[in-house]
C-alpha cells in the first residue's frame, strides 16, 4: 500500500480534482494549506512488537527536531492491531469532522490510517502509510479514518494535556466522503 493524496470539491466526493501518490507533490499541494508532510527513516530497525522506547530511539534525531522546532511537551507511541476489542469504537470515535485547539501531529511508523482534512470548499483525502509523518495545524476541520481492522503503530506528539480534545462541527461532511477500506483498488 502507497501513500496517496486526493483532493475534492467539497460537493463532489465521487470526483477527485488531483489523486497522487508522488510524495512530494503532496508535500507541496499539503504545504500549501499550511499541512506538513514529510517521511522519515528508522536510525535502527524496528521489529514488530517493539516496545515504545525501542521505537522512540530509533527515530530519536527526528523526534528532537520535531519538538524543538515546534515546542512540543509530550510524545508517546500508540499501537493498535486489528483484534483490538474496542476498535469499533475507537474508529467511531474520530469519524466525524471535529478539529483541535492544537496541532495534531502524527508519524506512522508501521500500517496506515486516512486523515481527511476539510479546508475552504476543498477536501484532503491523504493516506499515510509507514514513514508518513502529517501535521495538521490546530483549529484545521478533519477528521481520521483508521479503517474496519485498524493496524498501525503510530508517534503521537502534544503541546498541552487538554490540547487535543476534539471539537466536533456536527456537519455531516464526513458521511458523504468514503471510509477507508485497506486492499480496496482507488
Not at 476539510?118 to 493516506?127: A, M, P, R, S
Amino acid at each position: 500500500m502507497n501513500s496517496r493524496l486526493r483532493i475534492f470539491d467539497e460537493a463532489h466526493p465521487d470526483r477527485p480534482l488531483l489523486a497522487t501518490g508522488d510524495r512530494a507533490a503532496m508535500a507541496r499541494e499539503l504545504a500549501a494549506i499550511g499541512v506538513a508532510y514529510e517521511q522519515w527513516q528508522a536510525a535502527q530497525p524496528v521489529a514488530p512488537g517493539a516496545s515504545p522506547e525501542e521505537v522512540l530511539a530509533a527515530y530519536r534525531a527526528d523526534i528532537d527536531r520535531l519538538v524543538a522546532q515546534r515546542g512540543f511537551r509530550s510524545v508517546d507511541v500508540v499501537s493498535i492491531a486489528p483484534d483490538h476489542p474496542q476498535r469499533e469504537a475507537m474508529r467511531a470515535k474520530f469519524l466525524d469532522e471535529h478539529f483541535h485547539k492544537e496541532d495534531e501531529v502524527r508519524f506512522f511508523v508501521a500500517g496506515s490510517g486516512l486523515f481527511t482534512l476539510h479546508v475552504g470548499d476543498k477536501v484532503y483525502e491523504v493516506l499515510c502509510t509507514r514513514g508518513d509523518l502529517i501535521a495538521v495545524p490546530d483549529s484545521t476541520r478533519h477528521w481520521f479514518d483508521m479503517g474496519p481492522e485498524p493496524s498501525f503503530v503510530a508517534i503521537r506528539f502534544f503541546t498541552a494535556p487538554d490540547g487535543w480534545v476534539g471539537h466536533f462541527t456536527g456537519t455531516d461532511i464526513a458521511a458523504r466522503f468514503p471510509r477507508y477500506e485497506p486492499g480496496q483498488a482507488d
